[in-house]
């Protein structure tokens, strides 16, 4: 079974810093990898995924995550937050056999002041 | 495509009342999700359905919760009686199997039983 952990409940970051937000995950067999972006009363979107090949995924907002199948993170990084960036943000894990429950962590709040 | 749809967005009703939550998802996708999400406990699976058929209701919290799928296009979550501790977010999801491409979640229904 896997699992997802994001440790940082809550990240405050000050507009036009960089930021990471931690997801880690456990499984015994391979997975695939997304990182969803939920907005204030709406729904979650997904932001970017990682499946195969490079390991490094990039969003079309400038959000990054990179795959390190030795540290079994996927950490979502961005080098200069916006206000509009503010959001709760959930990583999230399937693996790639015949089961495609998506197994989603805690999230992670990220609150961008000016 | 107008994405994944649920019914109503929000709904207020009495302990002990039956509740009817609706989702139309994606056209083409086989495979339909019912998630809940609290503060508590965060995004918890309810239900998966692949082609109609349910597959997985382990997350189903007790025997007042039940979910069908009729057909391609139409999913319901039904709680009967409804209680307080039942007050959440409610999202569907749909997803084309083996397409790896995530989830496609709905807006949401937000539940209050009072």
């Known amino acids: 079974a896997q699992s997802v952990t994001q440790l940082d409940s809550q990240v405050p970051v000050f507009e036009e810093a960089p930021v990471e937000l931690r997801c880690n995950y456990s499984s015994s067999v391979s997975v695939y990898l997304f990182w969803y972006v939920q907005y204030p009363n709406q729904g979650l979107q997904l932001l970017l995924k990682y499946l195969s090949g490079s390991t490094l995924v990039e969003s079309i907002n400038g959000f990054e995550a990179e795959f390190n199948k030795s540290q079994t993170s996927f950490h979502l990084r961005k080098p200069s937050v916006h206000i509009s960036d503010t959001a709760e943000y959930f990583c999230a894990v399937s693996d790639t056999g015949s089961s495609y429950k998506l197994i989603f962590g805690s999230g992670t709040r990220l609150l961008v002041r000016p | 495509d107008a994405g994944v749809i649920q019914s109503p967005r929000h709904e207020v009703t009495e302990m002990g009342q039956e509740v009817t939550l609706r989702c139309k998802p994606i056209s083409g996708h086989n495979s339909l999700f019912w998630y809940r999400q609290t503060m508590m406990r965060g995004l918890e699976l309810l239900i998966y359905f692949n082609n109609n058929v349910p597959i997985d209701d382990s997350g189903m919290p007790e025997d007042r919760f039940s979910a069908k799928m009729p057909n391609a296009s139409f999913s319901t979550l039904k709680i009967q009686p409804s209680e307080p501790r039942d007050s959440a977010v409610y999202f569907c999801?749909?997803?084309?199997?083996?397409?790896?491409?995530?989830?496609?979640f709905g807006s949401g229904t937000r539940l209050t039983v009072v």
């Open positions: 999801a749909s997803s084309l199997l083996r397409s790896n491409y995530g989830y496609t």
